[in-house]
């Protein structure tokens, strides 16, 4: 059966970041599914591209997500941070043992909501000291931090080796390696 992984898309959301996180998902044969934190109506990210979802979190809250993917864009980051349909998803993540990824600002919803306190994990530098105020051991030397089901990346810039990251845990090594060198990037 193929994994799933479910990618939250807010208004204001960093489009870019999205976009490459579904494409290398999808080239690594995971079914993608776009959510809408506040509907399926179609939303403008943060450079006004307009995405639209292709479900609700209130039409997914009850599935078996295997991944949750939180892209960041400061606008839908403050979104998920007021979200309490959100904390109970990723409240449930948490508690069974499922994964959750989180780039750029959205590491900071974690912490908001109280989920995975004590772990390692990276994100835009702003939010640096929050993050370790909040519990957090904040990683600064690494694109892309993974402790357990935690996955975190710290922004656009990290989104190919965050995806590739995220990827390989459904997939066969080689075939991310694949990827990488079809996209014109280092496989390390």
């Known amino acids: 059966m193929s994994k799933t992984a ?4 807010a208004v204001g959301v960093e489009e870019l970041e999205i976009l490459i ?4 998902l999808r080239q ?3 079914k993608v599914t776009s959510v809408g ?16 979802p292709d479900k609700s979190l209130e039409a997914v809250k009850n599935d078996v997500i295997d991944i949750l993917i939180l892209p960041g864009g400061l606008p ?3 979104a998920m941070q007021d979200s309490e349909l959100l904390a109970e998803v990723l409240i449930i993540q948490e508690k069974e043992g499922r994964l959750i990824a989180a780039i750029g600002t959205s590491p900071i919803v974690l912490e908001h909501h109280a989920i995975f306190k004590g772990r390692r994990l990276t994100s835009h530098a702003s939010f640096k000291e929050a993050l370790i105020k909040g519990g957090y051991h904040f990683i600064e030397v690494s694109n892309v931090v993974k ?6 990346g710290c922004g656009l810039g990290a989104s190919f080796e965050f995806a590739l990251r995220v990827a390989c845990i459904f997939t066969e090594p080689g075939n991310t390696k694949q990827i990488a060198k079809m996209l014109l990037l280092s496989d390390n």
């Open 6 to 9: 479910y990618v939250l898309v």
């Open 21 to 24: 996180i579904i494409s290398i």
């Open 28 to 30: 690594a044969g995971i």
């Open 37 to 52: 934190l506040l509907g399926d109506s179609p939303i403008k990210c943060k450079n006004k591209l307009v995405i639209k």
């Open 76 to 78: 839908a980051t403050k």
């Open 147 to 152: 402790d357990g089901n935690l996955i975190t």
